[in-house]
């Protein structure tokens, strides 16, 4: 493994703190065999605090971050969204991010780095729209009860006859008086094919 240290740009871990330095692999021993190469580790919690040895999956990096907190509807329990936020945007999109910032500086300094990257920071780190609305007074803490989460007709998903769904979200001015007039010509038209069945027209 050694061998493919010294040849390799990038090194990925994702183990929990202190497993990969009793296998013989950690960051000072890879960095002295391979000063120019990166090394990434990604954990559930970081490499230090309360729960650094915990175990823990999406749902529960979405949790304690706060994510999960706008995931549903008014009066109804959070739900999960996929392993989308945790495991995908807050662990492997931050941790990418950081490794390939590091490349452009081993490209210039010939200096590898270490990224450690942990989910739940990640995690909040995606949260900076809403936590910047919500200090603009833009959106609340009641979960289903503003634009992003729901509360508004042009902003949410509906089923179709198919039982399918769309999702509307007219939130620019325009967009929204395109979206009024539209339903308005739509429910004309409705209506209009209805008496023409009615009738027998």
């Known amino acids: 493994m050694l061998s493919l240290v010294e040849q390799a740009d990038m090194f990925i871990e994702g183990f929990r703190p202190g497993v990969i330095e009793r296998l013989g692999l950690g960051p000072e021993v890879c960095l002295a065999r391979n000063k120019k190469m990166i090394y990434g580790r990604m954990t559930g919690w970081g490499q230090h605090g309360p729960l650094a040895q915990a175990a823990g999956h999406d749902i529960n990096y979405a949790s304690i971050s706060g994510v ?59 949260q900076t729209l809403l936590t910047s609305l919500y200090a603009n007074g833009l959106v609340g803490e009641q979960r289903g009860g503003d634009f992003l989460t729901g509360a508004s007709p042009w902003a949410n998903t509906y089923q179709c006859a198919d039982d399918k769904y769309i999702t509307v979200q007219a939130l620019e001015p325009n967009f929204y008086k395109e979206f009024i007039t539209l339903i308005y010509l739509l429910t004309i038209l409705i209506f209009q094919c209805n008496t023409i069945n009615h009738y027998g027209l």
């Open 68 to 126: 999960l907190a706008y995931s549903g509807f008014a009066n109804d329990k959070p739900f999960p969204p996929a392993t989308i936020i945790g495991d995908v945007g807050g662990g492997s999109l931050h941790l990418v991010m950081g490794m390939l910032a590091a490349y452009i500086h081993v490209l210039s300094t010939g200096e590898g780095q270490v990224i450690d990257a942990a989910i739940c920071d990640g995690n909040v780190y995606m």
